[in-house]
């Protein structure tokens, strides 16, 4: 059976665009706005990636540590991640949902438990952002084991052989780092030269879906389109702090932007 | 957990980079996944190499300065009146600290590199400042990054770095101490690892950096080895070597030639303010193994597995985890860890500089209060060896205001 991260992609092939897939982090900037936030873009995106904070984010950029700093003043924990997915499932069943952080509160809450609690909540997929290839070898496979998928990154410094293999060991989608940046830095290479990092990888694996993330705004996102998903993070972090700033709801200002978003690439 | 003999202690682990099958590893962003293979590739060359080591020796003996003074620290042995009480006085070392020997050697392999810019952390500021002397001295382009919090109380430091050239970067995330530091100079590391070389100011992060640190300070244990046998004619049945242990560099380098004879090792972390619940002695407090950093240790973490809010008096111990190796030496047994509050290292502080011809940052002198807390129950037959790792100079302003003077 096919995972509704791969149904998703198979949707948007056939609709001849890129999955357009968001970054928010979870609590952010409370627990309820946080699902709303879910439920409303899920209008515009395919995929939604959830953060859930640390706060020691080692490849983080400004903006997606202000909301895991704003989100964690909030006290969210774990268990209220769990809580807003499952939450988001009931309303949304098919829409998939990747969960994205630091290993170190996985390692806590213990493997085995975490991926009970991803399972039980309805969580599609997880990126976990400090356990590289092949030190997740291990993790992955449990990952596999409960139909949950492991979604490896892929750097601009990372080799071809490295690339074949980490392809050969991947689940669903495969992330490719736009730059040599935290997430969020100004994109500072030309999406064309992207689009040639991009296609040559495609070329070691032309089945599978590829996304590029780091860097992508309403300004560059028409560029990359040709990408199988483009992931959207920062961008929608720092709407949140803009809205909070002007006593604007995020909300709104969210469902705007992924409009146009969605517009600029389809 | 065991300790291998005759594998030096930086080469105990697995081929995951785990020492004790626990501690350690890389857990890293991909990006820097190929950067960390190119320094891992190149130091394990450099380290054979007949012309880096001569390279390394020329620069400890004649810029560094090697060996640093031993000596007895007789007054204080006297007041006492139990172990005979001696100081490894690596503070003479050029720049005033043991963190001139990773600088050092962290510049000579990024000239190797071909890298033309260095970056770094740093806590009390010593890192900093070698850094920035050393990057100097080897024409290299610096910056350093450093909390907020640690630049207001450590100023001597970062004006000595300013003043090397180097750029300093106020850290103002988190609790603008050293944990942040080290973090915004991985994030700048992740986003120019193509030209910049990283030096991780202590033996914490990703399996490398605690080689290149850890083997950069065994200098400090090379040397004492020959002049404790110069002292006692042998190695001391019953010695005891006392460190202070923040990231644990300078205890690394401290026991290293030691470990396989039968000196005892005890590392001091820092016990905070007496009446504090916080505190940056992870070992000392039975904290969880965590992953900080890039590498698995004990480290202060909530249930969640946030990292905790630490406090010490001292900057260069203030720090939530700790090294992998003094994790794997605490499982194994080889050394034992304690701690000291601010308050014993403040009178530590006093109690030597006054009898002494040395006066200790407020590092070393964590150090100093476990061994003048030994001492008087241990007989004059026993050796106690401090390395007095760090100079007072930069901590001037918060003895003046704990004491009301400043004596050194």
Known sequence: MKSRIALAFDKCKKEKRPALITYTVAG??????????????????????????HNTPIADGGQIQGSSYRALKKGIKLKDVFQIVKKFKKINPNKPIILMGYFNLIYQCGENNFLKNCKDSGVDGLIIVDLPYPENKLFAK???KKFISFIQLLAPTTTKNRMRQIIRDSHDMVYYISMLSTTGGK????????????????????????VIGFGITDKNIRSLKSANGLVVGSLLCKIITNSIQKRQNPVTNLNKMLYKLKKEIS | MKIKKGVSLIDQHDKNFMYGGKFGGNFIPETLKKPIDDLTKLFSKLRREKKFLNERDYHFQTYVGAPTPFIKLENLTDRLGGAQIYA??????????????????????????????????????????MLSMAAKKFGLKCKIFMGAKDIKRQRPNVEAMKKNGAEVVPVTTGSQTLVDAVSECMRYWVSNCDLVH???????????????????????????????????GKIPKKLKLINCVGGG????????????TNAEFIGVEAGGPKNSKLHAAPLTNGSKIGILHGAAQYVIQDKEGQIGSTESISAGLDYPGISPLHC?????????????????????????????????????????????????????????????????LKDKDIIKQRLGSYIR
């Open chain 2, 328 to 392: 794997f030496l605490k499982d194994a047994k080889r050394a034992r860890y304690t701690s000291a509050s601010d308050e014993d290292a403040l009178k530590a502080y006093e109690l030597v500089s006054k009898l002494e011809n040395i006066s200790p940052s407020l590092e070393p002198s964590h150090a100093f209060a476990e061994a003048i807390r030994l001492a008087p129950k241990l007989k004059s037959s026993e050796v106690i060896i401090v390395n007095s790792c760090g100079d007072s």
């Open chain 1, 28 to 53: 952010d900037n409370s627990k309820s706005n946080s699902l709303k936030i879910l439920n409303k873009i899920s209008q515009h995106a395919d995929i939604l990636e959830l953060g859930f904070p």
């Open chain 1, 187 to 210: 994109l500072k290479v030309s999406s064309k030269k992207i689009i040639k990092n991009y296609n040559n990888i495609k070329k070691i694996n032309n089945k599978i879906n590829l």
């Open chain 1, 142 to 144: 449990k990952c596999k």
């Open chain 2, 249 to 260: 560099s300078s205890a690394a380098g401290f026991w290293n030639e030691f470990m396989n």
């Open chain 2, 88 to 129: 490894k006085v690596v503070s003479e070392a050029n720049g005033g600290a043991h963190k001139i020997y990773n600088a050092t050697v962290h510049c000579l392999i990024a000239k190797r590199a071909g890298k033309k810019f260095i970056v770094g952390d740093t806590g009390a500021g010593y890192a900093g400042k």
């Open chain 2, 198 to 232: 990283n030096c991780i100011g202590s033996t914490v992060g990703p399996n490398i950096f605690i080689k290149i640190c850890a083997w950069s300070t065994a200098q400090i244990s090379r040397e004492l080895m020959i002049q404790v046998k110069d002292e006692f």
